[in-house]
């Protein structure tokens, strides 16, 4: 779904990155596990080039998401987002004023084939906003800003690299807990980021 925000012209748009089909195999066994097997649909795939990038003139754009779609940003057990390369192909030409193309797939997570243009009119893409990794981490791909956050869960991660930043949790403080309050600028193309609990603010220029 997406939410305007007409006094800024902001349109945040988020996307399902867990949107996989519940099927069963002839055991009654569940074939795919959404909480691993992380897909977007072609139905969303088409909402999204057909509805949430059609913004008004003047729009920017900000994307949030569990899965980060940008998989150097992720953490090392995960096998990635199917179909992630046809939604990183057409927010890269939405945000550069490029053309993306893809043939069709098949079988159970498929998708169309798809050919967008977004020659003239390209979007603002102002960032995408993940978690996931529970850990904090900053990447530009196609252009387009992603950041990863933090999680709520009070836990000593084993996750933590020299990009991916996991900071000191104590349990029974205040940093047992963090969170993020996101603030956009459109006049500075700011980013602000104000944290509670672990963790420190930070600022991204988009």
Same mark, same amino acid.
């Given at each position: 779904?997406?939410?305007?925000?007409?006094?800024?012209?902001?349109?945040?748009?988020?996307?399902?990155?867990? /949107? #996989?089909?519940?099927? =069963?195999?002839?055991?009654?066994?569940?074939?795919?596990?959404?909480?691993?097997?992380?897909?977007?649909?072609?139905?969303?795939?088409?909402?999204?080039?057909? #509805?949430?990038? /059609?913004?008004?003139?003047?729009?920017?754009?900000?994307?949030?998401?569990?899965?980060?779609? /940008?998989?150097?940003?992720?953490? =090392?057990?995960?096998?990635?987002?199917?179909?992630?390369?046809?939604?990183?192909?057409?927010?890269?030409?939405?945000?550069?004023?490029?053309?993306?193309?893809?043939?069709?797939?098949?079988?159970?997570?498929?998708?169309?084939?798809? @050919?967008?243009?977004?020659?003239?009119?390209?979007?603002?893409?102002?960032?995408?906003?993940?978690?996931?990794?529970?850990?904090?981490?900053? =990447? =530009?791909?196609?252009?387009?800003?992603?950041? #990863?956050?933090?999680?709520?869960?009070?836990?000593?991660?084993?996750?933590?690299?020299? @990009?991916?930043?996991?900071?000191?949790?104590?349990?029974?403080?205040? #940093?047992?807990?963090?969170?993020?309050?996101?603030?956009?600028?459109?006049?500075?193309?700011?980013?602000?980021?104000?944290?509670?609990?672990?963790?420190?603010?930070?600022?991204?220029?988009?």
């Amino acid at each position: 779904y997406y939410k305007d925000f007409a006094d800024q012209n902001i349109r945040v748009i988020f996307l399902n990155t867990c /949107d #996989t089909p519940i099927m =069963t195999d002839t055991n009654g066994n569940l074939v795919y596990y959404p909480i691993k097997d992380y897909t977007y649909s072609d139905a969303q795939i088409k909402w999204l080039v057909n #509805t949430a990038l /059609d913004i008004p003139a003047g729009y920017s754009i900000l994307i949030c998401q569990h899965i980060p779609v /940008d998989q150097s940003a992720s953490v =090392t057990h995960d096998g990635g987002i199917n179909n992630g390369d046809v939604v990183r192909g057409i927010l890269g030409a939405a945000k550069n004023g490029t053309s993306y193309s893809c043939s069709a797939t098949t079988g159970n997570l498929a998708h169309d084939a798809y @050919s967008v243009d977004y020659t003239g009119n390209a979007k603002d893409i102002i960032a995408i906003i993940s978690g996931h990794t529970h850990c904090d981490k900053f =990447t =530009t791909v196609n252009g387009i800003k992603n950041i #990863t956050t933090v999680c709520s869960k009070c836990e000593a991660s084993t996750e933590a690299t020299a @990009s991916l930043t996991i900071p000191s949790r104590t349990a029974g403080t205040n #940093t047992e807990d963090s969170w993020v309050i996101f603030t956009v600028d459109p006049d500075k193309r700011t980013i602000y980021a104000t944290r509670y609990g672990a963790g420190e603010d930070f600022n991204v220029i988009y």
